[in-house]
């Protein structure tokens, strides 16, 4: 699976959009671009994910670039239970082993009053 | 579904005991993962299963680590004998089934592993 990076650390004022990048410039054709997030004393949980085409849910939007190779995930307005450690990860859509996934240092998000 | 469940919620033990951390994970997944986190590694992913079966062990620390999946609802992971630096959270986590495209993981709350 190709490796990404992501900044350490950002800050985001309550009620402002939270733009957290990602770089997977080594990404191949066949693999998605997925993003979990933990929440301090949890597990990890899932936010969303997308191949190609900007993916929007209840919780967050995925901007992809054309080339694919860099991501941001969007929470359109932070609240101060979105501070979390946010990991970008890139993976094959499934191989016949299962589906697992290799988290990066990700980015601690820390939404301030 | 109560989602992926492990226990004990938190576990303190003595150097040299033996300690097993239990997973049940969510109904009709097929797939069960076991993450060691600490502050230094991060999440690091140690075995895991598919359809009861351990596929990829690589990231067991060593031997004195083991795992066991003896049917679809049940896992276990276990360290003889412990070490202080096998402190850390552990969790568990499943998926459904192998096959299915675009599959999101679902984590248990975890075990924090304090080994004196």
């Given at each position: ?93 499934w191989?016949?082993?299962g589906n697992m996934l ?12 | ?30 797939s ?63 998926t459904?089934?192998t096959?299915?495209?675009?599959t999101?993981a ?11």
């Amino acid at each position: 699976d190709a490796k990404t990076t992501q900044p350490t650390s950002m800050d985001c004022a309550e009620g402002r959009a939270a733009n957290l990048p990602c770089n997977h410039s080594t990404i191949s054709g066949n693999e998605y671009v997925y993003w979990y997030r933990q929440i301090h004393s949890q597990g990890p949980q899932y936010i969303i994910h997308g191949l190609k085409n900007n993916e929007t849910n209840e919780m967050a939007s995925l901007i992809i670039t054309e080339d694919r190779k860099s991501s941001t995930l969007i929470l359109p307005h932070a609240t101060l239970r979105d501070t979390a450690v946010y990991y970008c990860i890139v993976r094959v859509e499934w191989n016949n082993a299962g589906n697992m996934l290799t988290f990066g240092g990700g980015t601690r998000l820390m939404v301030k009053p | 579904d109560a989602g992926v469940i492990q226990s004990p919620r938190h576990e303190v033990t003595e150097m040299g005991q033996e300690v097993t951390l239990r997973c049940k994970p969510i109904s009709g997944h097929n797939s069960l993962f076991w993450y060691r986190q600490t502050m230094m590694r991060g999440l690091e992913l140690l075995i895991y299963f598919n359809n009861n079966v351990p596929i990829d062990d690589s990231g067991m620390p060593e031997d004195r680590f083991s795992a066991k999946m003896p049917n679809a609802s049940f896992s276990t992971l276990k360290i003889q004998p412990s070490e202080p630096r096998d402190s850390a959270v552990y969790f568990c986590a499943s998926t459904p089934r192998t096959g299915v495209m675009n599959t999101e993981a679902f984590f248990g709350q975890g075990t924090r592993l304090t080994v004196v």
